[in-house]
């Protein structure tokens, strides 16, 4: 697995680096983010939302820089974590998501084997290989989210509640639809016991620790910016509005833009 991520992100880097220099150079910055690095390479992946992440990990949130809380605060924290030992935190991000993406292989080749189900290789390979698993690699927190996403439901599946809890925990903190991995928690639980209500252990107890978690970034939302939902209310900045699903998918099947 190893020898394939690395072979894969090689490839990438290099074409990368000749779309960015040359295909996307008449964007001067403004749909990409500037050179972070001397190193062309290390450019090719940061990219987009990249830029958000970056500016995060090194000046963190702030009541002035309000949009950066549509970003929750996992993954640039723990690049601001390790920048502050090593203090390149595009290099640290972009190595970030490179081992959580090897995590989530061997997570994913553990889960095919756990369920006896087909060779999980041709799993893993479609993971590093397929051509949009490029985001993995990327400055973004895709590979963190997956990590945790798998990782969460190995440990259901081996019945390690207090596991299940933190990574689910730490799922929450890093985008805000991980909070429904408790579900699954709990109905994985209630279904390995037939769904008796009866004799609940203590570690399943942790699964409160979800939603504390996303309460928690509501609160450090309002004392910084006096919004407790400013996390939602900011994504209106790029032109994301809450709106009907139906009303959504009916103007795709007409072809209308929303």
Do not use: C
Request: net charge positive.
């Amino acid at each position: 697995m190893l020898g394939i991520l690395l072979v894969s992100r090689i490839i990438l880097t290099l074409v990368g680096a000749e779309v960015r220099a040359n295909i996307f150079s008449f964007t001067r910055g403004k749909e990409l983010p500037g050179p972070v690095s001397s190193f062309n390479w290390l450019n090719t992946w940061v990219l987009w939302d990249g830029g958000w992440y970056l500016q995060i990990a090194t000046t963190w949130y702030s009541a002035s820089t309000h949009f950066f809380f549509a970003f929750f605060p996992f993954y640039p924290g723990i690049i601001r974590f390790f920048g502050i030992i090593g203090r390149h935190y595009a290099l640290i991000g972009v190595l970030w998501s490179n081992i959580m993406l090897m995590v989530a292989a061997i997570l994913l080749w553990s889960v095919f084997r756990l369920e006896q189900r087909v060779n999980g290789i041709w799993a893993v390979l479609g993971l590093l290989t397929f051509p949009s698993a490029f985001v993995l690699s990327v400055m973004f927190s895709d590979s963190t989210y997956l990590t945790l996403a798998i990782g969460t439901y190995l440990a259901v599946r081996q019945q390690r509640w207090w596991l299940a809890a933190v990574l689910g925990t730490l799922l929450t903190l890093t985008r805000p639809v991980g909070i429904l991995i408790g579900l699954v928690i709990v109905v994985e639980f209630l279904d390995s016991r037939r769904w008796s209500f009866r004799s609940i252990p203590k570690s399943l107890y942790l699964v409160l620790a979800l939603p504390a978690a996303l309460f928690g970034w509501a609160w450090f939302n309002k004392v910084v910016t006096g919004d407790w939902f400013n996390f939602i209310h900011v994504q209106s900045h790029w032109g994301r509005t809450a709106s009907n699903p139906i009303s959504t998918l009916w103007h795709a099947v007409r072809g209308v833009s929303v």
